[in-house]
């Protein structure tokens, strides 16, 4: 129950965190953000080709 | 138009993280993706004023923040939904992460000022280093560094963690004595 005191200046939300409390919002931030990342939607991937394309439009046929 | 091959490559490639960071922010993937698409459609715009070799993303994160913030300005977050709104189209929640710790951060994240989570996001999950961070926002590096430890502060109390003794599976099972989950 000893633990060191979690605040420099012992002020709720102003003051330094403690280690563990930072390393978990950063664990839960990054598996929050991961789970984010899917991959390229395809309209992303046909919107850059399309805009590739010389005189900007779809030349494929 | 025609891009340089790698230039395309290189933008195709930041697109994943691109997007987080817009459903970070916006809160909603329909959104989001639009904000993704009109940020693509700008760069490659003025794809002139990249500078090769400089950093693509933070190019990219740069003119979707921009654009996030002047829309912002107009719609003044007309659709807030913070908790029903994006959780149930993102893939499957990996397993270390449970559903309800999942959607309790996302709901504390949600809570934060606009420029507190932008900062936390950039430089605590996107990637960006705190100077990186400082330029995608347009602002000093020490206004970053504060907005994330305010960030960090906030999300710890409301998550909860801000006794040590506090954290652990207690976040989990107290959300769900308290009923936190939306069923």
Known sequence: MDVRPTSKRGKRGQAALGREIQAKIGQQLRAYYDNLIEPTPERFTELLRRLDTPGGKESSE | ?183
């Not at chain 2, 009109?38 to 715009?45: D, F, K, W």
């Not at chain 2, 912002?72 to 709104?85: A, F, L, M, Q």
């Not at chain 2, 936390?120 to 400082?134: D, K």
Request: hydrophobic share 40%; charged share 25%.
């Open chain 2, 1 to 183: 138009m025609s891009l340089d091959p790698q230039l395309r490559e290189s933008i195709l490639a930041a697109v994943p993280s691109l997007r987080a960071f817009a459903i970070s922010l916006c809160g909603n993937v329909d959104r989001a993706d639009d904000l993704v698409q009109e940020t693509l459609l700008r760069a490659i715009a003025s794809i002139d004023s990249f500078e090769p070799g400089t950093n693509m993303p933070a190019w990219l994160f740069t003119i979707l923040r921009n654009l996030f913030r002047s829309e912002y300005r107009k719609r003044r977050r007309e659709v807030e939904d913070p908790d029903g709104g994006y959780a149930a189209t993102l893939k499957a929640q990996p397993e270390q992460t449970s559903h309800v710790e999942f959607v309790e951060f996302q709901n504390a994240l949600a809570k934060l000022p606009d420029d507190q989570r932008e900062a936390l996001i950039l430089v605590g999950a996107s990637g960006f280093s705190y100077e990186e961070a400082a330029h995608i926002c347009g602002c000093a590096v020490g206004t970053i560094k504060s907005r994330v430890n305010r960030a960090r502060n906030r999300l710890a109390q409301l998550l909860g963690l801000e006794s040590p003794s506090d954290f652990g599976p207690d976040l989990t099972t107290r959300a769900v004595l308290t009923g936190n989950d939306q069923s």
